[in-house]
T-cell receptor, first 109, second 112 residues
Framework: GENVEQHPSTLSVQEGDSAVIKCTYSDSASNYFPWYKQELGKGPQLIID?????GEKKDQRIAVTLNKTAKHFSLHITETQPEDSAVYFCAARSLRLAFGKGNQVVVIP | DAGITQSPRHKVTETGTPVTLRCHQT?????MYWYRQDPGHGLRLIHY???????DKGEVSDGYSVSRSKTEDFLLTLESATSSQTSVYFC???????????FGDGTRLSIL
């Protein structure tokens, strides 16, 4: 089955700087790649997703890039704010959705 | 938030007792999923449903059963709870396998 890995496990950034989280996947048949944000005591919330026929997608301060050849995709958060502090999960879907283990992002005011 | 309600939100119980968690949706989505979330493991699929009375196993289904008698409700049952099933359980829904999954706020289950 699909195996998704996330790096780094914890990321600390100064407020206003950019944060980048990278995920790799194993199944070349995967065609859908969502990113979720999870705040303490809450469920994962979909923040952006990308399909395999697109290389990049942007929504305000967040963007996702996909490199199908290298089998990796990345979440980019620009102008980080304290409310961006959370755990972020990437996922990839071939037959089923497989999740990475999550990244803790800490934005330092 | 997608109309997903999980109940109870917290539960503490003893080893060997049966436990049922409920997921209720108001979106009329066909697909419903149960995941468990554990430190170091991310989210792992337990069971999912693709329609009323239609369910299938996920990657960590041992020790769990599910039922879906109505579109809006998906129940997860631990027939005889064990300490290894202490976890946070999340329900998710989607219109189809090609559409995003949306999650509820979880049930924190502790088995002593």
């Amino acid at each position: 089955g699909e195996n998704v890995e996330q790096h780094p496990s914890t990321l600390s950034v100064q407020e206003g700087d950019s944060a980048v989280i990278k995920c790799t996947y194993s199944d070349s048949a995967s065609n859908y790649f969502p990113w979720y944000k999870q705040e303490l005591g809450k469920g994962p919330q979909l923040i952006i997703d990308i399909r395999s026929n697109v290389g990049e997608k942007k929504d305000q301060r967040i963007a996702v890039t996909l490199n199908k050849t290298a089998k990796h995709f990345s979440l980019h958060i620009t102008e980080t704010q304290p409310e961006d502090s959370a755990v972020y999960f990437c996922a990839a879907r071939s037959l089923r959705l497989a999740f990475g283990k999550g990244n803790q992002v800490v934005v330092i005011p | 938030d997608a109309g997903i309600t999980q109940s109870p939100r917290h539960k503490v119980t003893e080893t060997g007792t049966p436990v049922t968690l409920r997921c209720h949706q108001t979106e009329n989505h066909r697909y419903m999923y149960w995941y468990r979330q554990d430190p170091g493991h991310g989210l792992r699929l337990i069971h999912y449903s693709y329609g009323v009375k239609d369910t299938d196993k996920g990657e960590v289904s041992d020790g769990y059963s599910v039922s879906r008698s109505k579109t809006e409700d998906f129940l997860l049952t631990l027939e005889s709870a064990t300490s290894s099933q202490t976890s946070v359980y999340f329900c998710a829904i989607s219109e189809s396998t090609d559409q995003p999954q949306h999650f509820g706020d979880g049930t924190r289950l502790s088995i002593l």
